[in-house]
C-alpha cells in the first residue's frame, strides 16, 4: 500500500508541475484533472473511500469541465498564452526559492512522519459522509467559506482580464 501511495503522490507532484508548466489552459486544466485523479488514489490509500468518490466527481469532473468550457470560450479566437517579458519583475527567481522552500519542508515532514511511531487507527467513520460533512460544515466552515470566495474572485477576475482584451 505504500507503494500506491508514493505512485500516486509522485503522478499528483507531477501533475501540479504540469499545471505551472503548460503553455496552453486547456494543457494546465488536463494535468490539473491528473493530479485530482492521483489524489482521489491518496484517498483511497487512506480508506477514505467517500473522499476519493467526492473528488473524482465534483473536482475531476464538475469543476474541471466547467473550467475547460470556460476557457474554450474565453480563448476561442485568442492566440496562446502572451510570450514577452515577465510582468512582475524577479517572480522566476522568487518562484523557485519559494520551490525549494517547499521542497525542504516537504522532505522534512516525510523524513518525521517515516521516522515517527506509527498512528494509532483511524476514528470509526473516517472518511465517510457524516465525518467528512461535520468537518466541512463544523469545524473547518471558514476555509471552505473562504475557499470559494477566492475561486469566485479568480473567475471575476479573469472576466475582467478577458473583457480588457476585447475592448
Not at 16 to 35: D, F, K, M, T, Y
Not at 52 to 70: D, E, R
Not at 71 to 92: F, H, N, Y
Amino acid at each position: 500500500m505504500m507503494a500506491v501511495f508514493v505512485v500516486a503522490a509522485l503522478v499528483a507532484l507531477a501533475g501540479a508541475v504540469g499545471v505551472l508548466r503548460a503553455r496552453q489552459p486547456v494543457h494546465s486544466v488536463l494535468a490539473l484533472i491528473l493530479s485530482f485523479g492521483a489524489l482521489a488514489v491518496l484517498y483511497l490509500s487512506l480508506a477514505g473511500e467517500f473522499m476519493a468518490v467526492v473528488q473524482l466527481i465534483i473536482y475531476a469532473g464538475a469543476i474541471m469541465v466547467l473550467f475547460l468550457f470556460v476557457i474554450g470560450l474565453l480563448t476561442a479566437r485568442l492566440d496562446p498564452a502572451e510570450k514577452g517579458p515577465e510582468p512582475l519583475r524577479g517572480q522566476v527567481p522568487a518562484a523557485a526559492a519559494a520551490m525549494a522552500v517547499l521542497g525542504l519542508l516537504l522532505a522534512g515532514a516525510g523524513l518525521r512522519a517515516a521516522y515517527a511511531p506509527a498512528d494509532p487507527a483511524p476514528a470509526a467513520g473516517f472518511g465517510g459522509v457524516r465525518a467528512f460533512g461535520h468537518e466541512l460544515l463544523v469545524t473547518h466552515v471558514f476555509p471552505f467559506e473562504l475557499t470559494a470566495f477566492v475561486l469566485m474572485v479568480a473567475v471575476v477576475g479573469v472576466l475582467i482580464l478577458v473583457g480588457r482584451r476585447h475592448a
